[in-house]
Structure formats: structure tokens, C-alpha cells
């Protein structure tokens, strides 16, 4: 029989997914099979299991840090919003429909069955099952519909452990009014609490543990002090895209990201901020391009939306003149799709119908479908075999090219080789591939590209895979949180719940 665990936060932003998954390989490398779960989840960050189903990149970042193969099972429901309240629904890795979020509560019976299916599946294959709630369970307003929270733990009477986040400021009365917003049934299932990011000195803090300790008779089982993580943030709310983190190093090569108003899946440029003559930054489509070697059209889940706000800012005459002084240009699924000739959705899978004209940048009409494109790929580069990529592509459209061109990529399906991509003049990009920067010589050639145009010697040395990297901070972020938090008192409070 299955034990569990779940991690909820008092809001938003707390730290939910990462110490979910720092307890996901905590436990795995005790021998423990353990697998991670999300009833809900909202994010624009998503991937594809080999399964060929669509889920949030937290949940696989914490089957990864379980050793485990992740499915849909893990993340039941995903919401993807496109704008004007509305949000794709992805129900058990496949595409439901789209709904306004009254409406969707509508179908409250049928989601719900959803998600008691998928945990009681994993429950009879693993013998704990890390669970990550979402936003807050005070969110009263929500008590009725709620699928993620205080609903799921009160079916399986699962031990809850509430996360805090004192550089939020006010962590005290986010836990203590968390905990006075619960009903008595939920506050018995709440088995502690964990003050995350905190700086500072601990003596200073210490009063105030007592004291919420005394007021709610709930242990604070941890108090974590604030850290950076090379992994998969779940949403866009993050520092990187939010205040357009900067690092310290001294760089070669900037990289300029156009922050879309419905970005998603920016984590595929997270392996090059570990190179060590990269910097990424998140820039507005109005900002000074001179400074950047590459500029990125990333994906969206609004295509058009996100090219019509781009116009505003005349970026097709923009680019253009970027491009003509020698920079370069690289667009990634949506991203690509937006610097064609034109996209048409007829059927209007977005807030959208008929056709648009795109940035005309790259020679190619895009054609949006009902289904989506769900695939983990591997191959290499088009023009050098000894360049592997491997990614995964997750899109709505398919694109016709109006001439003869280049492709970036040569694809492995099977029994089969596919062309995939496009390069024009080793200067314009584009690709439906998403983490074609996880590979360490894709990588390199690339920046190596960079780093010719400007007159620089390139470097021989390629950087480590991403999923290496991801590896090693996995194993770090389960060493940290072993240090801060009383991990002995939390598995006695799992096993005598």
C-alpha cells in the first residue's frame, strides 16, 4: 500500500515544484519507489513523455528525480492559458478542450474522476507518492472547485506540509492565516510547515518559530535558506524572465530573448546561460537589438496574439534591419512559426480565425490543425552528421515553405530519416524543436557560429549535456534540503499518519 506526501504552499511562487522534487530523489536514493504527482497544474511550461503525452515540465523534473519514466499519470490536468481567461485543457497528456474557468468547473465530476484514476493507478505501482499542490489551499473563494489541494489530501488522508516564503515578507501570517482559513478536517492533515528562502540570520527568526508552533500546534519542520537551482522553473514568474536576471560573468556572446506576452517553454534556453561565454537576457521587442549577437523569437501558447502585439512594435522592419547589419535570428516552435510569411487557422484553435501576416523573415506559410504534434526526437545537424540534437516538438501548426530551402536538422523516425527546420545564410533560424540547446555540440556549434561572425576564435570544448547538469543539481538540491530540514521527523510523520 502506497504512503504519501504533499507539499503545499500559501501561495504562488513558494517553492512548491523544486522541494517536491529534492524529496522525489531524497527518497529514490533511499531505494524508495516513489513517483511525483500534480492533480492540476497551470504553466505554459510543458513537455512530452515517451508515452507521447503532454504534461508539465515540473512533474518531469520530478520523474526524473525519482529515476523514473514519466506519464501522464503525474499531471492528470494541465491548464494552458491563451489569453482573455481562457485555457487550453490537456486531460491525461491529450488535448480535451478549451474553456473559460467557469465554465470549466462546470465539468468538475469528470476532472475529478481524472485525477482519482491517475493517483489510485500510481498508488498500486509505487510505494510513496510525492505530491505537489497548487497556489494556496486559503483560497476560499476556490473550496468548491478545488482539484489539487485539500481535495486530493482529504481523499487519500495525506500528510500535508505547508511552504512558506519569508522573501515574500509576512511568512508568519501566510502561514498562520493559511492555517485559519483551513477547516478543522484539513487542518488535521497538516503535519508541518517550511519557511523557504530565507537570508539572514536564524536567531533573529527563531522567536517567531516558537510562536507560530504555540499558535497552530504545527511543528516547523525546516527552515531553507534562499539558493539558485539549474532547474525547470514551472512558469514564467520566475527571476530570470520577471527582472531580467543578469549574471556576473564577463561574455562573448549575448543572447537577446523577446519576452512574449504568452511565452512558454523559456526553458529551452536555459542550457546556454552554463556556457561560459554566454549571457541570455529577457528583452522587450522595442529595446536596442545592436547589443545582441542572436535574437530569439520564442514559443507561445497564442501565436497570433503574440505576433499581432509584436507588430505594434514594428518588429518585421526591426529585424530586418538587425538582419542587414549582420545579426542573427533564431525563432523556436511558435517563434518560428511567427517569422513566416504568413499562419492560418481556419478552424481557429487560438482566439483567432482565418490568416495573418507573419514577420515574412522565413520563406513559409504555417497551417494550424486540431491536433497537436507530441514527439521526443533525436538527430543532427543537416549539414554535419557529427552534430547531434535531441529535443521534442510540441505544436499545433504545420508549415509550407514557398521555395527550396535548407534544413537545420536531419531527424531519426524510425526506419526514416526527416528534414527538419530551416537555415538561411548561417544568419536566420528556425525550428519546432524545443530543447535543441540540451545537447552540448548543437550547443557549441552554435555559439561557435556566434562567436565567428564577430571575429572570435572558437571554443573546442563542449559543455556537458543539460540532463547531466539537471543530474548533478538534482542530486545537490536533495543534499541541501537534507542539511535544512529535520528529513527524520518528516518520514516518522509519513509513517505514522
Not at 561574455?251 to 556556457?275: K, M, W, Y
Request: charged share 25%; aromatic share 10%; proline share 4%.
Amino acid at each position: 500500500m502506497a504512503r504519501y506526501i504533499m507539499f503545499q504552499g500559501t501561495g504562488s511562487g513558494v517553492g512548491k515544484s523544486l522541494i517536491t522534487a529534492g524529496f522525489c530523489r531524497i527518497f529514490a536514493r533511499k531505494g524508495i519507489r516513489v513517483a511525483p504527482f500534480k492533480a492540476q497544474n497551470m504553466s505554459l511550461n510543458s513537455g512530452v513523455t515517451p508515452f507521447g503525452e503532454e504534461i508539465g515540465r515540473a512533474q518531469l523534473l520530478q520523474a526524473r528525480a525519482a529515476m523514473i519514466d514519466p506519464d501522464s499519470r503525474m499531471n492528470p490536468i494541465l491548464l494552458k492559458p491563451q489569453g482573455d481567461c481562457m485555457s487550453q485543457v490537456i486531460v491525461c497528456g491529450k488535448i480535451w478542450e478549451t474553456h473559460e474557468a467557469y465554465d470549466y468547473y462546470r465539468y468538475k465530476k469528470f476532472l475529478w474522476e481524472k485525477v482519482i484514476e491517475s493517483l489510485n493507478s500510481l498508488a498500486e505501482e509505487y510505494d510513496l507518492i510525492c505530491i505537489e499542490g497548487a497556489g494556496s489551499p486559503a483560497e476560499i473563494n476556490l473550496r468548491e472547485q478545488d482539484l489539487v489541494n485539500m481535495s486530493v489530501a482529504r481523499y487519500a488522508r495525506i500528510p500535508v506540509f505547508l511552504i512558506g516564503d519569508i522573501e515574500k515578507g509576512g511568512v508568519f501570517a501566510q502561514l498562520y492565516g493559511t492555517w485559519a482559513l483551513l477547516t478543522k478536517e484539513e487542518r488535521e492533515l497538516l503535519c508541518g510547515f517550511i519557511i523557504n528562502k530565507f537570508r539572514g540570520n536564524y536567531t533573529i527568526l527563531e522567536p517567531g518559530l516558537k510562536e507560530i508552533e504555540k499558535l497552530t500546534q504545527i511543528p516547523v519542520v525546516g527552515v531553507v535558506p534562499y539558493s539558485r537551482f539549474l532547474l525547470d522553473d514551472e512558469d514564467s514568474m520566475t527571476e530570470k524572465i520577471e527582472n531580467s536576471y543578469k549574471s556576473l560573468k564577463t561574455v562573448d556572446i549575448q543572447v537577446g530573448i523577446i519576452r512574449l506576452p504568452h511565452i512558454s517553454n523559456f526553458t529551452d534556453f536555459d542550457p546556454l546561460t552554463n556556457e561560459p561565454d554566454v549571457e541570455t537576457q529577457y528583452i522587450f521587442p522595442d529595446e536596442n537589438f545592436s547589443k545582441f549577437d542572436v535574437i530569439v523569437l520564442p514559443g507561445s501558447k497564442n501565436t497570433i496574439r503574440d505576433l499581432q502585439w509584436l507588430k505594434k512594435f514594428n518588429l518585421q522592419e526591426r529585424l530586418e534591419s538587425y538582419i542587414n547589419n549582420g545579426g542573427v535570428v533564431l525563432g523556436v516552435c511558435g517563434g518560428y512559426q511567427m517569422l513566416g510569411e504568413s499562419i492560418i487557422d481556419i478552424d481557429g484553435n487560438e482566439d483567432f480565425q482565418g490568416e495573418i501576416d507573419g514577420l515574412k523573415i522565413i520563406p513559409m506559410k504555417t497551417f494550424f490543425e486540431k491536433e497537436k504534434i507530441l514527439k521526443n526526437l533525436q538527430g543532427y545537424l543537416a549539414k554535419a552528421e557529427h552534430i547531434s540534437v535531441k529535443g521534442y516538438e510540441i505544436h499545433q501548426g504545420k508549415g509550407s515553405f514557398q521555395q527550396a530551402y535548407e534544413p537545420l536538422f536531419n531527424l531519426n523516425l524510425g526506419n526514416r530519416i526527416e528534414s527538419e527546420g530551416i537555415i538561411i545564410n548561417n544568419q536566420i533560424f528556425g525550428t519546432y524543436l524545443h530543447g535543441l540547446f540540451d545537447d552540448g555540440s548543437f550547443r557549441r556549434y552554435f555559439v561557435n557560429l556566434l562567436r565567428k561572425r564577430k571575429g572570435l576564435a572558437t571554443i573546442s570544448s563542449v559543455s556537458p549535456s543539460w540532463q547531466e547538469v539537471v543530474e548533478k543539481e538534482l542530486d545537490r538540491l536533495a543534499d541541501f534540503l537534507e542539511t535544512c530540514l529535520d528529513i527524520e521527523r518528516i518520514e516518522s510523520l509519513i509513517e505514522n499518519f
